[in-house]
């Protein structure tokens, strides 16, 4: 039998299914896992992580594809980006970070219909046997625990642009 904590989950399971857009109910209401809010971009973070500090950045604005960005809502969209690995350095002290965007269904993006790119920070390390033998992942830190360390240095950041 194989076993993974994750009491993350349980509010997922006992809630009401919300409907919509992650990112547009992130931006009109108070998420307890919204880290920014800026004019063109924001931050939260992944409540299904690969690894924690997982963050999805996206454009405030609800599109689904890079053409439909001006050049400030890009330069303020790669900004946040920059930023959040800066913050995430400083924080978790990663050994690297995969960084990346999905477009499309059968590009594995899960939410389509709004462009979000994938922070993700990587440790020496953070894959084993586990992941390999047993198709199962491990997330070392709770999600409250990672909000905590990273949204004090998120309430300071300021792009305006």
């Known amino acids: 039998m194989k076993q993974l904590w994750a009491p993350w989950r349980i509010e997922y399971i006992l809630n009401d299914k919300k409907q919509g857009c992650i990112f547009c109910r992130a931006l009109s209401s108070e998420d ?9 971009s924001m931050v939260i973070m992944n409540r299904f992580p690969y690894i924690n500090g997982h963050l999805l950045v996206a454009p405030v604005k609800h599109i689904s594809s890079l053409n439909q960005l001006d050049r400030d809502e890009m330069t303020s969209l790669m900004a946040t980006i920059d930023k959040s690995i800066g913050i995430m ?4 002290k990663p050994d690297g970070f995969n960084v990346g965007l999905n477009l499309g269904k059968v590009a594995g993006a899960g939410i389509e219909e709004h462009l979000h790119f994938h922070v993700v920070p990587r440790w020496l390390g953070d894959t084993n046997a586990f992941t390999v033998f047993a198709e199962v992942r491990v997330i070392p830190e709770h999600l409250q625990a990672t909000y905590e360390k990273l ?3 998120f309430d300071k950041l300021d792009l305006t642009l």
Do not use: A
């Open 89 to 92: 350095t400083q924080v978790m």
């Open 151 to 153: 949204k004090p240095l």
């Open 32 to 40: 307890e896992f919204t880290l920014y809010k800026g004019h063109k």
